[in-house]
Structure formats: structure tokens, C-alpha cells
């Protein structure tokens, strides 16, 4: 799948930007709708699409979390070059059309080749790592009641005796399969413990950036939408492999970790646990407005609609000076995983491995000793898959091994009564 920018989005993101600093907010706006819609820069304006454009935007506070600065200085770390956003609270008057504006200057400079720090999609990148002997990664497609979806399966060579563990994978905008399979080398570690591994796609027809629509009510609910497509294809695989229906688990990137925590909370009897890496909590918006407000200042999601019928064991990754999907969103992912949980005791570990990037770690633990929740808080990372490969976008390298580590936390979990 090509990334390459055309260059009429990149002559219209120059007209994007003559138009913000003129202060003709709205006209910018507009524009940035319509060339994402591929339309040229002088076609009339459409209704609004109200899709989300995850991975393109920044946030507003400068200030960063008080124990930032712990970890390495970071090129994208918030308040470096910029003033802050006053008033980022507010979606109304002077302050929140400054907001705006720096938006806008983002966008219009983030949608250059260049790509953005932590090599996004069109940043040159060594190959990924080749399957092993006995393995395929093939493309398959699903088709529901709400459309289909093409995803791809990794089958590992290691597959031993009996059924197997499957974890569900999704990508962040503007990422394919591939392209997230060779970022976070899943399926290395799936190769490991014999574990199978797909990765649904989002096309452009269903998003102009690809990102899961976790955003739009009808995206957010068991048996409609994404949820119902993205059950349908775990669903398919558990029917024609030989996989554990108590071990399956999913997990997923910025907006793919905004999906995976609504698929935890929608199918808690289909998913033994869910890793959220820098997404957002179930419920956390509604529409363009207010996705782009909890991307910003953090999402609460929506209170009582956790859970239907007990919580999904739930690891969360973010770092905290992501300037893309506010760090308070790792929290609000924490909370609303443990809000249904009585007994918990939270235990709090810092650690730093030798040549990467500090964090304390918060294990939420049941009086059965099992961990119900477990986030990591990585110092001085921004939005990127921790401990990833350079062989993939939106990696971090130098961040713990998010892989592993979510990998360790699934095999730890099963369903207590599976059905698929």
C-alpha cells in the first residue's frame, strides 16, 4: 500500500496554511476536509465528513507531567517551540480558535513527506524480519452485515499440540497489516509461543486516514458496525483453526487502541484481555467535536457502560509526552477497566532498562493475586508503539517492550466460561 503524498494535497496544505495565518479559520477547516476527501482545493464544500484524522494532531498544554522529566528530552515533547493552548478546555471563543489555528499549522506541516518523529508512513524503513520455515502471513477478507473487511492471518510454524492462543491487531490511521505486524514484530513473538495473529484493515473508503471509526455511536456497540465486523472476523478464525475460544485476546494502536478497548468492553465473553497502546477509553466521544476534544485533554468515556457483566482484564501503554492522544487517556483506559472491580490493590513499580526510556508500571490486583489492570506510563515517549521495530511506522525503539510485555499479559489470562 502506497503512502506517497500527491502533490495536490501537498499545494493545498500550503493554502491551508496561508489561510490560518490570515485567521480565516473556517475556510482552512473546510479545505482540509475536502483534500482529504481528494478534492481540489477550489471544489465546492460538502457537508462536513466526520471522520477523524488520529495521528495528525497535537495537543494543547504545554506544561508536561511532572515526572517527564525523568526521561531523555523528547523532539516532540508538548510546549517545545510553541506556546501553549490557553484555555484548551473550552471549544468556544478567542482561546479555542487559537486552538485552531495550532491545530491547523500541525496538520499543514505534519502532512509533508517528512513524516512525523518516530518515522511515520512514508519515512524510509530498513525490511522487516522474513517468516520462518513452516509459517504463512496470508491475506483473508470477512464480509457481515455491516460490510467487509480484509484482514491478514499469521499461521506460526510452532504450533504444538492442541489448540492455540489468538490475539487480534489493530492498526493505528494511516498504517496497513503489514506495516504494523513489521512495527510491533508480533508476529516474532507470536512465532515464539505459537500463537496466530490477524490483523483486520481499515480501507479508506470507511475512514480517509484508516483509522477505526471509535468516535461515531454506531462504531461503538456490540453487534452493529466496526464491533459487529471485527467479531465477525475472530469469530471466522475461531471456526477455522485450531485456536483456544479461551485464550483470544485483542489489542491496538491510537485509534486501533480506542477500538480494542470498545471490543473488550462490547464481547467481554468473545476476549480474554485487551491492550490499549496510546488510545482512548470506550465512550470516550461521539462525534468529530468531541474526539478531537478527549484526544486533546484526555476522554472520560461514558459513566456505567463498562463491562457487560464483568471487566476485561485490560495492560495499557502510553507515553507521557504524547502530543497526539493526551496522556490522561491511559489513565481514563486504567480506570474504566477497574471501575467494576471491588478489592483491587494497586501497586506501583518504576524501572528502567539499560538504553531505554524510564517507567513506573501499576498493577491493579484482585485479592486473588490475579491482575485485573496493569498500565505502563513511559517517560519521555510520545506517540509510538514502545520498544518497536524501525521496520514499521509510529515506533519507539528506545521504549520498553511493549510487545513482550503484552504478549506475557494475555498468556496470563483466560476466559473463565469462553464462547465464541
Not at 476527501?37 to 471544489?43: F, I, M, Q, S
Not at 525490511?127 to 502471513?137: I, K, Q
Request: glycine fraction near 14%; aromatic fraction near 6%.
Amino acid at each position: 500500500m502506497s503512502h506517497t503524498r500527491p502533490t495536490g494535497l501537498l499545494s493545498g496544505m500550503d493554502e491551508v496554511a496561508r489561510l490560518t495565518r490570515a485567521g480565516r479559520l473556517s475556510e482552512a477547516t473546510s479545505l482540509v476536509q475536502r483534500l482529504l476527501r481528494g478534492e481540489g482545493a477550489a471544489a465546492t464544500a460538502p457537508p462536513p465528513d466526520p471522520t477523524i484524522l488520529e495521528g495528525e494532531f497535537e495537543r494543547l498544554d504545554a506544561a508536561p507531567r511532572p515526572e517527564a522529566r525523568r526521561g531523555a528530552p523528547d523532539s516532540d515533547a508538548p510546549g517545545r517551540g510553541r506556546p501553549a493552548g490557553k484555555g484548551a478546555g473550552s471549544r468556544f471563543g478567542t482561546a479555542a480558535r487559537t486552538g485552531l489555528g495550532e491545530t491547523l499549522r500541525g496538520l499543514a506541516a505534519r502532512l509533508r513527506p517528512a513524516g512525523l518523529p518516530g518515522g511515520g508512513p512514508g519515512a524510509p524503513r530498513p525490511a522487516a524480519e522474513p517468516l520462518p520455515d513452516g509459517a504463512s502471513f496470508v491475506t483473508e477478507s470477512f464480509s457481515g452485515t455491516a460490510g467487509t473487511r480484509a484482514y491478514k492471518l499469521y499461521v506460526p510454524a510452532n504450533r504444538g499440540d492442541g489448540p492455540r492462543p489468538l490475539v487480534v491487531m489493530l492498526h493505528g490511521c494511516t498504517q496497513s497489516p503489514d506495516d504494523f505486524a513489521a512495527g510491533t514484530r508480533m508476529n516474532a513473538f507470536a512465532e515464539r509461543h505459537g500463537v496466530f495473529v490477524a490483523y483486520p484493515e481499515q480501507p479508506a473508503s470507511a475512514n480517509a486516514q484508516r483509522c477505526w471509526n471509535w468516535f461515531k455511536p454506531e462504531d461503538q456497540r456490540r453487534g452493529q458496525g466496526e464491533p459487529d465486523l471485527l467479531a465477525g472476523i475472530t469469530r471466522r478464525i475461531l471456526r477455522d483453526h485450531p485456536v483456544d475460544p479461551s485464550r483470544v485476546y485483542i489489542a491496538g494502536l491510537s485509534a486501533g487502541g480506542a477500538a480494542a478497548a470498545i471490543m473488550g468492553e462490547a464481547y467481554p465473553d468473545l476476549y480474554a484481555a485487551v491492550g490499549v497502546h496510546s488510545g482512548l477509553p470506550a465512550g470516550a466521544a461521539h462525534d468529530l467535536p468531541s474526539a478531537l476534544a478527549a484526544m486533546r485533554q484526555g476522554g472520560r468515556g461514558e459513566a456505567g457502560k463498562a463491562g457487560a457483566g464483568h471487566p476485561v482484564p485490560t495492560i495499557v501503554f502510553h507515553g507521557d509526552r504524547d502530543t497526539v492522544v493526551h496522556p490522561q487517556n491511559g489513565d481514563r483506559v486504567a480506570a474504566r477497566a477497574t471501575a467494576a472491580a471491588a478489592g483491587l490493590v494497586p501497586e506501583v513499580r518504576h524501572g528502567e532498562a539499560a538504553g531505554r526510556r524510564s517507567f513506573s508500571r501499576t498493577l491493579h490486583t484482585d485479592p486473588s493475586g490475579r491482575t485485573l489492570c496493569e498500565q505502563w506510563a513511559i517517560y519521555g515517549a510520545g506517540h509510538a508503539w514502545a520498544g518497536g521495530s524501525p521496520s514499521g511506522s509510529y515506533t519507539d525503539p528506545q521504549g520498553p517492550d511493549a510487545t513482550a510485555e503484552m504478549m506475557r499479559f494475555f498468556l496470563e489470562h483466560r476466559l473463565r466460561s469462553a464462547s465464541a
